[in-house]
């Protein structure tokens, strides 16, 4: 469906934290399924000591979130798209409700996403959704808020 690059050109993620690598299916407006390799090169294993246990290298959940939320921003970003207008702002994903964690996310998992879009609201969208490594279900999402706020309005401190 959707590479490396056209997944770079639809988002405004950049190396590090774009966190999607591959759209693997989309259903328009409604649900897409991303996929995210998890490698023991990632940002955040740099500078762990080398004897530690496994459970240290376990992906932080905060970057979890975010990868199952770029593929909404992708699926958003789809519909804005094929309505012929232009992002007009930065996206966030703003809260996530009823998380439930399922299991730890290693190096050498590969993350398939599930995101649907179930409301769609001004400049807000409304998303569920789950995280799985193979058949094993990792992550899921009972509500998460995404929204796009104007660059001029948000206030970035040095």
Not at 4 to 15: E, N, S
Not at 77 to 97: V, Y
Not at 105 to 122: C, K, S, W
Request: hydrophobic content about 45%; proline content about 5%.
């Amino acid at each position: 469906m959707h590479d490396y690059a056209a997944i770079r050109r639809l988002i405004p993620h950049a190396h590090p934290i774009l966190l999607v690598d591959r759209v693997l299916e989309i259903q328009p407006y409604e649900q897409i399924v991303t996929s995210k390799n998890v490698t023991g090169s990632e940002p955040c294993y740099a500078g762990l000591a080398d004897d530690l246990g496994s459970r240290a290298f376990s992906y932080p959940p905060s970057l979890l979130m975010e990868s199952w939320g770029q593929g909404g921003a992708i699926l958003w970003m789809e519909r804005i798209k094929a309505q012929g207008q232009e992002r007009s702002g930065s996206l966030f994903l703003a809260a996530t409700r009823d998380v439930r964690l399922h299991r730890a996310v290693l190096p050498g998992d590969t993350l398939r996403h599930v995101v649907r879009i179930d409301q769609y609201v001004a400049d807000c969208v409304l998303l569920s959704g789950e995280s799985w490594v193979g058949d094993e279900l990792v992550a899921e999402v009972g509500s998460a808020i995404a929204v796009m706020r104007p660059a001029e309005s948000i206030a970035w401190e040095a």
